[in-house]
């Protein structure tokens, strides 16, 4: 299946909160769409101080082989957004750009329904995993399990590639 790059970019933004690994994701999804898919990709993070608990943003491009990113600014209008952590869902800056087009993963144990409608989302399509449950059971990261659920919502991208880039 192919990404939707209807308006010439697939774009995709990581709201987190740093020590959850949303950076090191970013930089991965970048890393796989260009070397991996044959598609050009350009990534990069906003964060402050680099300590744990502080607001990290990462945001990645996918544009098709035969289109240059000639852009290197945050991501306004994502297809994707991933939340790495509950408590941000809801939030406006974290909601920004967020439309009925948008697919929305948040890491919680809550059910789709209940964060649709406690953090009001008008997300097209919301994608709930418990990272940090599967993470735990699975000796791994929440950043990890969440790559799978990029994947896996996205479409278009081949969990055999997040494999062989995190490896």
Do not use: Q, W
Not at 135 to 140: G, P, S, V, Y
């Amino acid at each position: 299946m192919e990404a939707d790059f209807g308006k010439d970019y697939f774009e995709m933004r990581l709201e987190s909160i740093g020590g959850l690994g949303a950076n090191l994701s970013g930089k991965l999804l970048g890393e796989l769409g260009a070397l991996y898919m044959g598609l050009n990709a350009s990534s990069f993070a906003s964060y402050g101080s680099e300590k744990r608990g502080s607001p990290v943003k990462s945001f990645i491009r996918y544009a098709k082989p035969d289109k240059e990113i000639r852009i290197n600014c945050p991501v306004i209008s994502p297809d994707m957004v991933v939340i790495f952590h509950e408590r941000l869902a809801g939030k406006p800056l974290v909601m920004a750009g967020v439309s009925e087009k948008t697919k929305v993963i948040v890491n919680s144990g809550e059910s789709a329904g209940f964060i649709r409608d406690r953090f009001k989302m008008c997300a097209g399509e919301l994608f709930v995993v418990d990272a940090l449950k599967i993470a735990m059971e699975n000796k791994t990261r929440v950043n990890m399990v969440l790559l799978g659920a990029v994947a896996k919502a996205s479409g278009f991208i081949p969990l055999e590639y997040v494999e062989k880039v995190v490896s």
